[in-house]
């Protein structure tokens, strides 16, 4: 016996008032995808499958939807993806983001996925069950025979690439030789020179070769590049702080740990003094986190059982054309802004102001003088919207939002609108007139055939054709636009007007904090005043330096 889903041919939609969602439909089979929790980079959504036939059984469904705007799913509870493949991933649009991340623990990157129900023996699995109406081969019985078998049940937890997070595009090094200069020839490098900041992928690349990577991206980004180049930190461990996302009641970071040694370190633990932020931390998801007393602004990580192994350094997959890869382990931590007040997140309060490799004090760049260069040298853009085909209506539903997306929108750019005067115009309206197409009371409109439109404040703009039926047939456009850098600003973003569908690992995203209230402490120095620039020890082939990643990046718990 077969069963498909079909459009019923006789069925009318009864027309009313005009609502914001459409009418709940029911039907023989009915699918409802519900977004539990919705986070800067990652949201927890619940599949349920219900089957309302009186007579009607169907056995080992199998579910697929296409993603309209790149979101992966990390982990799933209830159900899994018939295909998982680590080497899909890197090629996909997540791929493009995500460049440091570990895709081997990635369920599934397609773009079309096949999901299926978990067999009953899974159910009380810790990892993929514990989850009502799981798990039952995908079988679902008429509800009269019995209700509770009349309904499937899965939570898949999806990074959305779109609702990226927003700090720095570049990352912040560790001083020049914060380890020791050892026996740095100084007549080639300056041992006293800032760092030059690098790009996200040279996170990943040996130390030694990273001066060209510097010199271009310095060089893309009109930075000044000195005669005499930094020398390098000559650090055998490196840790990347990542700023993950900062909404109103918490914040994100990723940790990850580099080891750059031909050996490996055992039982390696990390520890960070997060200043007044401390308190407010609640979970990490693929390390073990302890709290330090008495002031519990400190947390120790170390590896789960079997993962405690810090692997060294091996060679690429051609060793004479591949760089080095280091031992590495990373995860998410969540924190909670609950009864501490004032923090700014991206302004320096997200990083650690101590930090402990194997209990050694590790070497933290001197972040605001960082964050302050690169703001200096930031310039504006102008973005010709559609590219070369200009302001017209489209070839299809997504032209321009998958256009926005290619894009990282700042303060101080603007977009550029090329059209016909005597044909069309273009209106930047609200939200609800952007649904609507409605083009009666814009907030500005424009005619000229050449428009710029500047770019002044953080959030969501709404375009959209002043020609009505240009924009029935999807000559509209949003373009978020990302906090300001200097951090002066808190406005975040919403969601795009047509939200797409999106984890579960052993805990959710923002997992309730441990047991035991917080404390308030007193205000603290910022890390610039609390720590010293470089900070090498007698064993400084081993010390661990900071580094502190500021880019734009997207990060899902695992």
Known sequence: MQVCCKRNPKFKVKTGPKTKFAPRRYGDLNIVYDVLQSF?????AQVTI???????????????????????????????THKRDPSECLNSKAGQYYKDLDFSQVMNCQK??????????????????????????????????DPWKARSMFQPQDVAV????????????????????????????????????????????????????AKAWAKQNHMPIPKKLPCPDNCGVSINWHVNTDYRDGWTARLTVFNWRDFAFEDWFVAVDMGKAGPGYENVYSFNGTRVPPNNRTVMFQGLPGLNYLVGQVNGTNPLRDPAVPGKQQSVISFTKKNIHGLNIPGGDGFPTKVFFNGEECALPNISQRRAQDIGVAYAREFAVGGAKGWTVPSGAQVYSQWAEQSRFQIGDSLLFVYQPNQDSVLQVTRDAYDSCN????????????????????????????NKNNCQKNEKLVVIVMADRNGNTTASSPPLPSPAPAPSVESPPSPPPMTGPFETPAPTPTPTQETPNSAASPSSSFVAALLVAAFASTLFLH
């Open 40 to 44: 800067g980079s990652n949201y927890l």
């Open 439 to 466: 083009t009666d009371a814009p907030t500005a409109k424009f005619a000229d055939g050449k428009t710029s439109f500047a770019l002044t404040h953080s959030g969501p703009y709404y375009f959209i054709s002043g």
């Open 112 to 145: 079309k996925q096949d999901i299926s129900d978990l067999p009953p023996e899974r159910k009380e699995d810790n990892v993929t069950g514990k989850l009502p109406y799981c798990c039952k081969n995908g079988t679902l019985l008429p509800p009269i025979m």
């Open 50 to 80: 219900d089957n309302d036939s009186p007579l009607g059984r169907l056995d080992r469904w199998n579910l697929t939807w296409e993603w309209m705007r790149g979101e992966i799913i990390n982990t799933m509870r209830g159900a899994y």
């Open 162 to 213: 779109s609702f990226s997070a927003y700090y720095n595009n570049s990352a912040v090094p560790c001083n020049t030789c914060a380890c020791g200069c050892n026996d740095i020839d100084t007549d080639t490098c300056n041992a006293d020179c800032n760092p030059l900041l690098l790009p996200p992928d040279a996170l990943l690349v040996p130390f030694k070769n990273r001066t060209l990577k």
